[in-house]
């Protein structure tokens, strides 16, 4: 019986690990090995350089860019993704009706384009755009994709509006399983209004906040299709990302054993930073008594 | 025995869904790699990926096969995942790459025969007979690499040109587009003293983007025009017209420093009227006839040649070719680079079918009698605006032979060409620097 249950586990598991071995694991061995080549894919022959792509890459002010800039996209990006997917659950679970409405309509920038959401973004900005027209008429020119900083936060409100309807749905369903009479017991108990959200909502939202803060760090890892439409990494390197420098490397100027050694180091610093935001999350949460 | 069914079953599995991902396109290549039975020898196109193209060289492959039955040709468009470049990149990783490809620019082109991917065209028998037929000496002529060999054949070239907004030169009290320096500040002058903030000489955001591709349509339009065509860079070497190249970051920064440019983002700033001066290619017509019927040529705008600095002769300006060709490929056998040799020469062997490609892509075929040839003749006089394009394109130079064009021009941005326009370096100091920046780019 037990060595049936292993064949049926084996079989059940194994369109996900064949998954894993060919999209994963074959790609991480083959990128490792890319990475200490001159290799460009095309070329009959090739060099090991050993760590000469890797060095070369610490050495990069494009790359340095991008390091730094995944830690300004989150400061951007995430207490604005995270206030506004609290903010829309905590609207959407008040409601007594067409709940599941409001939540696909917040739900549907997640779902769309990356390039169509830039464009239209594009088109907002430009210059001769009503909204900048009626700036200047008050006095405000900003070159909003010019300026490091407001090209920094345009691609950020461009992600936290895509991303708010997905994490306020995990939100939501944390806030649904939060069982009332524990609201019912606080009153009791003479927890004000004002307290309720502080001292018993959060709380007991921990779990689904973890999921979501985990998510939106992630996310700063991987921007790509914002930028490439809005920016292409400017101004300078204003705005430049991991995946910008990847596949400008790999697909531009055809250096993939470069462009290898890079997304290594991108995988390197995405597991120190999340290892690093997960125990700091972990004892946030310890330190509160919410875990 | 527990261990080895799952073993079994893992690669019964992995096998399925690897033979799922198979394209086939890698099978079809392996076929073709010998002459098939009976003789026929198949060679596979990639042509641009854009119906109009693909039909045309459909088009000619049905007709060429109808004249020859010993060949095959595979006619598709080129993948663009996540660009055609990467396509075909990953194509010849895969060992699945076609015999020959257009669309093709130069610097790609360096890339590919620095990898050794392609086949000097110039050492395939027939190859001058194509050049001699299509009458496309002397504009084939810039277009030979360092190495002295030829490995792209331009299909078409666009001389680019600067698109001046008549009705507004008009009300500056100008019948025809400044030809100089002093001439272009002129009429920026008088433009911001007639509007102000609302019109700007170049309204552009790419000026002030240092993506590589985009120096080709600012940068390379007024350095080609300054320095008489000069190559910049010439295989490893940075050659440069120090005098000319100053001269035109000097010009960019007045336009700055007269409030000339804009370049922020800004939706279609030509066309709108915002701007009255950027670089137009004969791709763009259909779009403005659809989007932006009050374009008449002649009437709202024109056409000229980079303006050239003051003392320079305009008569002499030369352009920047904006230019795509067709490629063979190394990996295919000798028999199909033959074929492919074979068919290209049928094809230019006939200017008819040189027109037609006129006539259905608007892109002027790479070739010096252009403007002299009667075939053209009835597509040049119901488009009138196509004529300056056919003139110039002896007069337009292809971009340089490196492999490292994406990276050399990116600097070309980033030191000089970007600071410039948005006043953030003197001009001399910003030749310094790219020249600088590219010399230790190039060893």
């Known amino acids: 019986m037990e060595q049936r249950n292993n064949k049926l586990g084996w079989l059940f598991t194994s369109p996900y690990l064949i998954y894993s071995v060919i999209f994963f694991f074959i790609p991480l061995i083959w990128t490792f090995f890319l990475s200490v080549t001159d290799w460009n894919l095309i070329k009959p022959t090739f060099n090991f350089v050993g760590i000469s792509n890797f060095k070369e890459a610490l050495q990069s002010p494009n790359v340095h860019a991008a390091f730094w800039n995944t830690y300004r996209f989150m400061l951007i990006f995430v207490p604005l993704v995270t206030a506004l997917a609290v903010g829309v659950a905590v609207l959407v679970h008040g409601l007594h009706r067409f709940k599941g409405l409001f939540l696909i309509g917040f739900f549907l920038p997640y779902l769309s384009s990356g390039v169509v959401s830039a464009l239209i973004v594009k088109g907002l900005l430009s210059y001769t755009s009503p909204i900048n027209t009626a700036l200047r008429g008050i006095g405000i020119n900003v070159d909003w994709l010019g300026t490091p900083f407001t090209a920094l936060f345009i691609v950020g409100l461009i992600l936290a509006w895509k991303f708010t309807g997905y994490y306020a749905l995990i939100i939501t369903s944390g806030l649904e399983s939060i069982d009332k009479e524990v609201y019912e017991a606080a009153a009791i108990d003479g927890v004000k209004d004002g307290q309720r959200f502080w001292r018993i909502t959060l709380p007991l939202l921990y779990p689904s906040l973890y999921t979501t803060l985990i998510l939106a760090f992630g996310v700063t890892f991987g921007i790509f299709t914002e930028v490439y439409q809005l920016t292409g990494g400017g101004p300078g390197n204003a705005t430049n990302t991991w995946q910008m420098e990847i596949f400008k490397q790999a697909f531009s100027n055809l250096q993939s054993g470069y462009a290898s050694a890079v997304a290594l180091l991108a995988s390197i610093a995405t597991f120190i930073s999340i290892y690093i935001i997960r125990k700091l999350l972990e004892v946030w949460g310890k330190r509160n008594g919410w875990v | ?443």
């Open chain 2, 1 to 443: 025995m527990k261990k080895r069914s799952s073993a079994l079953l893992m690669v019964t599995l992995s096998a399925v869904l690897l033979s799922a991902c198979s394209t086939g396109q890698g099978t079809a290549t392996n076929d073709n790699g010998n002459t098939a039975a009976g003789g026929v020898t198949t060679i596979e196109f990639w042509a641009a990926p854009n119906p109009t193209q693909q039909a045309y060289w459909q088009e000619m492959a049905k007709a060429y096969q109808a004249t020859n039955d010993k060949v095959k040709i595979n006619v598709s468009a080129i993948k663009e995942s996540p660009t055609s470049e990467a396509s075909i990149q990953s194509a010849i990783a895969a060992k699945s790459a076609p015999t020959m490809s257009e669309n093709i620019n130069r610097g790609f082109a360096a890339q590919l025969s620095d990898s050794q991917a392609l086949v000097p065209l110039d050492t395939l028998a027939g190859f001058s007979d194509v050049i001699s037929s299509r009458s496309m000496t002397k504009t084939i002529e810039p277009w030979k690499f360092a190495d002295g060999h030829q490995y792209v054949l331009p299909i078409y070239s666009n001389a680019m040109l600067f698109g001046w907004r008549l009705d507004t030169l008009k009300e500056l009290g100008y019948d025809a587009p400044p030809k100089t320096y002093s001439e272009v500040l002129e009429v920026t002058k008088k433009l911001k003293a007639k509007y102000g903030d609302k019109k700007y000489l170049w309204a552009k955001p790419d000026l002030a983007d240092p993506t590589a591709w985009k120096r080709w349509f600012d940068f390379y339009m007024l350095y080609d025009a300054a320095s008489g065509g000069n190559k910049f860079i010439e295989g490893n070497s940075f050659t440069g017209d120090e005098k000319a190249g100053t001269e035109v970051l000097t010009f960019v920064d007045n336009l700055r420093k007269e409030k000339g440019i804009l370049a922020r983002q800004v939706t279609d700033p030509f066309e709108n009227g915002t701007g009255i001066f950027t670089d137009v290619g004969p791709w763009t017509f259909t779009t403005w006839a659809q989007k932006y019927p009050n374009l008449k040529y002649n009437d709202t705008y024109t056409l000229s040649m980079p303006p050239v600095p003051d003392g320079i002769d305009p008569a002499q300006s030369k352009t920047f070719a904006d230019t795509k060709g067709l490629v063979i490929y190394a990996s295919a056998t000798k028999a199909q680079q033959q074929a492919a040799v074979d068919f290209i020469k049928w094809v230019y062997s006939d200017a008819a079918n040189d027109a037609k490609w006129f006539k259905e892509t608007n892109l002027p075929p790479a070739r010096d009698d252009l403007s002299t040839n009667e075939a053209f003749k009835p597509i040049l006089d119901a488009s009138p605006q196509l004529k300056p394009y056919a003139e110039n394109v002896p007069n337009a130079v292809p971009p340089m032979d490196n492999a490292k064009y994406n990276d050399l021009q990116t600097i070309i941005g980033v030191e000089a060409f970007n600071k410039v326009v948005k006043g953030q370096i003197a001009p001399a100091d910003g030749w310094a620097a790219m020249k600088a920046a590219l010399e230790k780019a190039l060893k």
